[in-house]
T-cell receptor
């Protein structure tokens, strides 16, 4: 079956602009996670959804970052007023409990 | 708080030699432990996981890892390295089936011909 998909695969934006990153989890997976991978910080947890609720938002680095999930399926991660330090690969994963299946990521470059 | 320490950001082994990637963790509860692999320009793929039960866990591509509670370790091994094993390997820990995963910094494995 289809895996986790993310779009866009690459995004280049100017500093100060807002960006939206999309994640389509595996059908039926109730849990959805966002992580980011950067050279300096490695792989960092951002936020976790169970259904449409986010019981753990502890990894969001600032209030410029927000995420939502609708219909227990698609999730959008929004970064407002992007900064150069936001440049990273943003990874989404979904799960039914246990193994998390990762998408290919969105590479965000802030110029 | 959970944490993962991977010893060695780069490890080089000869083709056919033993692969040993070291991982130590800290967790306040019985941990779920994982090894993920990331090939160049690809996503993360689960190699193996430990949740409960048998402490020696076998994964894909001939890899295995042993959970040693007394040493808080979860080292990854493979008896004979192949060139195709060249990748970055991440050890990770979680508190439970739905909890966030905390990753180590990663170890890049180089295979020498």
């Amino acid at each position: 079956g289809a895996g986790v998909s993310q779009s866009p695969s690459n995004k280049v934006t100017e500093k100060g602009k807002d960006v939206e990153l999309r994640c389509d989890p595996i059908s039926g997976h109730t849990a959805l996670y966002w992580y980011r991978q950067s050279l300096g910080q490695g792989l960092e947890f951002l936020i976790y959804f169970q259904g449409n609720s986010a019981p753990d938002k502890s990894g969001l680095p600032s209030d410029r970052f927000s995420a939502e999930r609708t219909g227990g399926s698609v999730s959008t991660l929004t970064i407002q007023r992007t900064q150069q330090e936001d440049s990273a690969v943003y990874l989404c994963a979904s799960s039914l409990g246990g193994e998390q299946y990762f998408g290919p990521g969105t590479r965000l470059t802030v110029t | 708080a959970q944490s993962v320490t991977q010893l060695g950001s780069h490890v080089s082994v000869s083709e056919g030699a033993l692969v040993l990637l070291r991982c130590n963790y800290s967790s306040s509860v019985p941990p779920y432990l994982f090894w993920y692999v990331q090939y160049p320009n690809q996503g993360l793929q689960l190699l193996l996981k430990y949740t409960t039960g048998a402490t020696l866990v076998k994964g894909i591509n001939g890899f295995e890892a042993e959970f040693k509670k007394s040493e808080t370790s979860f080292h990854l091994t493979k008896p004979s390295a192949h060139m195709s094993d060249a990748a970055e390997y991440f050890c990770a820990v979680s508190d439970g089936p739905y909890d966030k995963i905390i990753f180590g910094k990663g170890t890049r494995l180089h295979i020498l011909p």
